[in-house]
């Protein structure tokens, strides 16, 4: 079965300094979708971005960055600089074809504080 | 991005009412999701859709009911809540089209039963 880990439960930093969240997921497919949301306080997930698992090249958005390796099966998120607008809690997701449908399974969430 | 709406988006109700909960997606989005979302974090997948007439159960039981009569709109029922349904559940949607697997989500409604 399919499995997302999120180990960190809870990251608290000082605004301004870089924080890794780590992603470690389990798949016997060939061909997956990883993807990273975001939960503010407000409640709602927003997607941050999604990652096919033939395309192992990093990507940066701004203060954001995903590194991706598929040796250790790893898919994490760093924030560069981070700012109070950041505090959320980060969600981290393998897609899984079910049925005619495609199933998100999330790993925990890490909450992140981010205090001025 | 879609857009997806949710209503109401708090709710507190007695036992043994009956409740409906709200999606409508703007996208034309062929599929559709409800997930359940404990206060621990944890989201789990109750029902989905992949069009007009066709609903399925997720991998987590759920005492609701869902329909899905119109594209658009993907209403999930209770038909007598309980005070182990508290919780927040949130609407998702994605396109037909590749990439498929994107879900997009909606606000999220909390509930509370008392």
């Known amino acids: 079965a399919q499995k997302v880990t999120q180990a960190q439960t809870e990251i608290s930093v000082v605004e301004k300094e870089d924080v890794t969240l780590d992603c470690v997921y389990e798949?016997?497919?060939?061909?997956?979708?990883l993807f990273w949301y975001k939960q503010p306080p407000s409640g709602e997930l927003v997607f941050l971005i999604r990652r096919n698992s033939f395309d192992e090249q990093n990507e940066i958005s701004g203060r954001y960055s995903w590194n991706f390796q598929k040796s250790t099966s790893s898919f994490n998120f760093t924030i560069t600089a981070s700012q109070v607008v950041d505090s959320a809690v980060y969600f981290c997701a393998l897609s899984e074809a079910w049925g005619g449908a495609q199933k998100l399974v999330f790993g925990q969430g890490t909450r992140l504080t981010i205090n001025p | 991005e879609a857009d997806i709406y949710q209503t109401p988006r708090y709710l507190v109700i007695g036992t043994g009412k009956k409740i409906t909960l709200e999606c409508s997606q703007t996208?034309?989005?062929?599929?559709m999701y409800w997930y359940q979302q404990d206060p621990g974090m944890e989201l789990h997948l109750i029902h989905y859709s992949y069009g007009v007439n066709s609903t399925e159960k997720g991998d987590l039981s759920s005492e609701s009911t869902v329909s899905r009569i119109r594209t658009e709109h993907f209403p999930l029922t209770l038909e007598s809540a309980r005070p182990s349904h508290t919780s927040q559940y949130l609407c998702a949607s994605s396109p037909r089209q590749k990439p498929t697997d994107t879900q997009y989500f909606g606000p999220g409604t909390r509930l509370t039963v008392l």
């Open positions: 798949t016997r497919d060939t061909t997956y979708y």
């Open positions: 996208m034309g989005h062929d599929k």
